[in-house]
């Protein structure tokens, strides 16, 4: 089978196994059955695209099987998986394990970026007059330099956060002290 008869096998294999678990459950024999055929056709997809739908429909199940109070905590826990696993594939602007100085580095290399993309528009600008091809390319570079400035003030927001949540647990731990001191001190009375 060729490169795009693989592909669209493995597209074909993935949606199938989508309709298997709706239709009998992620538990299901047509279910296995229907995974074992993505891995027939190509191993690595079905690591990368089929067993994370069928981990997922396994894990409602399970939260569906939670009493009802244990339910949020569990569906909790599930979206920060998914987060994790998007970390992992590099598609998330930050990770939550960067720290404070991390994000700050990877603010200032697309800074920098976006210094260099500006500059090199200047370039095109020039090249724009003597032809109309780079009149896209100016408009391709500043769109990437203007997503390059989202992604720095996203991040920015992510620092102002857990800057936010770092004075948020100093002050209730001083009130908490304060609280525990006037408690002595009227014990002590």
């Known amino acids: 089978m060729g490169l795009l008869g693989n592909a669209w096998a493995s597209g074909a294999a993935k949606a199938t196994l989508q309709n298997v678990i709706k239709k009998f459950g992620p538990n299901s024999d047509e279910a296995k059955a229907a995974y074992d055929e993505c891995v027939k056709i ?27 109070e244990q339910r949020d905590a569990a569906k909790a826990e599930g979206q920060i998986k998914d987060i994790e696993r998007e970390m992992d594939k590099g598609k998330l602007i930050f990770n939550t394990k960067d720290n404070i100085e991390d994000l ?20 095109s ?6 032809s109309m091809d780079s ?27 857990r800057l936010l949540k770092q004075i948020h647990r100093q002050n209730l731990l001083i009130s908490r002290n304060s609280s525990q001191a006037e408690a002595d001190h009227e014990d002590a009375i």
């Open 104 to 123: 700050c580095n990877k603010n200032m290399f697309s800074l920098m970026d976006v210094q260099m993309q500006e500059a090199g528009s200047a370039w």
């Open 125 to 130: 600008k020039l090249g724009s007059i003597l």
């Open 42 to 68: 190509d191993k690595k997809f079905a690591e990368e695209n089929c067993k994370p739908i069928l981990e997922k429909a396994l894990e409602k199940e399970r939260i569906a099987e939670l009493p009802e």
């Open 135 to 161: 009149g896209t390319q100016l408009m391709a570079a500043m769109l990437k330099a203007n997503s390059d400035e989202n992604k720095i003030m996203i991040r920015q927001n992510e620092i102002i956060i």
